[in-house]
């Protein structure tokens, strides 16, 4: 049973920054293409970041670019998710996600979730 374990959310005033964590409770953890998505009260869930098997490739949603950076330690069966520049907007459950490639997991074709991680930006 895989299990995706997210961590780092909180409080922080508009403009600061916050380094979402994801471990990973799998041995092929370089096998998997890693993904950010987040759900705002009241509205679906959307997709942030993600990152091939190396960590070579990333893609990002247009709301997110130049601000978030989504990055992978293969050895510590870690992704995560830099977030600087932080907005009310950015408030919402930020979700970890694995797939098997990383055009389906921008998709939300993804195996695996996490149960997410509180993040609130407080204007």
């Known amino acids: 049973q895989v299990q995706l374990v997210e961590s780092g959310g909180g409080l922080v005033q508009a403009g600061g920054s916050l380094r979402l964590s994801c471990v990973a409770s799998v041995r092929t953890f370089s096998n998997a293409a890693m993904g950010w998505f987040r759900q705002a009260p009241g509205k679906e869930r959307e997709f942030v970041a993600a990152t091939s098997t190396s960590g070579a490739l990333t893609s990002y949603a247009d709301s997110v670019k130049g601000r978030f950076t989504i990055s992978r330690d293969n050895a510590k069966n870690t992704v995560y998710l830099q977030m600087n520049s932080l907005k009310p907007e950015d408030t919402a459950v930020y979700y970890c996600?694995?797939?098997?490639?990383?055009?389906?997991?921008?998709?939300?074709?993804?195996?695996?979730w996490g149960q997410g991680t509180q993040v609130t930006v407080s204007s």
């Open positions: 996600a694995a797939g098997t490639i990383q055009w389906k997991v921008v998709g939300g074709e993804c195996d695996y």
